[in-house]
């Protein structure tokens, strides 16, 4: 069982960064794959970004150049630093937890409960 809880977002100007973070629980964290998904009102909840448990890194084409997830496993976390946002990037932001990286939503067995992350024009 793996249990996580993001934290970071806020509200923030178009063209500012926020870094969100998720901390994890359970051993298997530094074994399994991270992803970072969002979700706005009415859509379905869209892939943002990826990460190995050896630290590969994949991105979707909206935020590459932009985002950076790393991952701590020391600290059993995963970050997104997010620049040059958009009031596009506006949305609930979810971490999940699977066993390998991949842009598949259903791929993950685990979902944090989200963070609203704004982005004022």
């Known amino acids: 069982q793996v249990q996580l809880v993001e934290s970071g977002g806020g509200l923030v100007q178009a063209g500012g960064s926020l870094r969100l973070s998720c901390a994890g629980s359970?051993?298997?964290?530094?074994?399994?794959?991270m992803g970072w998904f969002r979700q706005v009102p009415g859509k379905e909840r869209e892939f943002v970004a990826t990460?190995?448990?050896?630290?590969?890194?994949y991105y979707s084409d909206s935020v590459k150049g932009r985002f950076t997830i790393s991952r701590d496993n020391a600290k059993n976390t995963v970050y997104l630093q997010m620049n040059s946002l958009k009031p596009e990037d506006t949305a609930v932001y979810y971490c999940?937890?699977?066993?390998?990286?991949?842009?598949?939503?259903?791929?993950?067995?685990?979902w944090g409960q989200g963070t609203q992350v704004t982005v004022s024009s």
């Open positions: 999940a937890n699977g066993p390998w990286a991949t842009m598949t939503l259903s791929a993950y067995n685990y």
């Open positions: 359970g051993r298997t964290f530094s074994t399994t794959a």
């Open positions: 990460i190995s448990r050896s630290g590969g890194a």
